[in-house]
């Protein structure tokens, strides 16, 4: 099922890599929530970096996405937290490298942190297929 992105010319364009205003799903669509994933390896480590970290939260997502029967490219909505605007380029490169060029409608917002002190991002995302 295809999803069509909503960035009308009456919307300020934010020029933000992998991001679109809206997301439009059309016809039957299954819709899988994942609950926020923090950069916890499958040992129960953590990456010391925010890059190492936002990598592993899109890997969690992934596998969650197959688990699921989805795949990157049914994502409609991420909604991100970070802790330290400083990370805000780590998150951008692992977000590229995991969406590719695909655009999907996407929240971001900083907190000054998250259940485990050592966590520095935590994402969301909402699929549909």
């Known amino acids: 099922m295809p999803h069509a992105t909503l960035d009308p010319a009456t919307v300020g364009v ?3 890599p992998n ?7 059309a016809g039957t669509t299954r819709w ?3 609950s926020g994933q923090v950069g916890l ?12 970290q936002c990598r592993q939260s899109l890997a969690n997502i992934g596998a969650l ?3 699921g029967g989805m795949a990157a490219g049914d994502i409609v909505h991420m909604r991100i937290f970070l802790i330290d605007r400083a990370d805000l380029d780590a998150l951008r490169q692992a977000r590229g490298e995991f969406l590719g060029d695909r655009k999907v409608a996407s929240t971001l917002v900083y907190v000054s942190g ?16």
Request: charge should be negative.
């Open 65 to 67: 996405l197959e688990a």
């Open 32 to 34: 899988l929530h994942l």
């Open 41 to 52: 390896r499958p040992d129960g480590s953590v990456a010391a970096d925010a890059l190492g």
């Open 19 to 25: 991001y679109t205003h809206g997301i439009a799903s």
């Open 114 to 129: 998250l259940v485990d002190p050592s966590w520095k991002v935590e994402i969301e995302v909402v699929a549909a297929k």
């Open 14 to 16: 934010l020029g933000v």
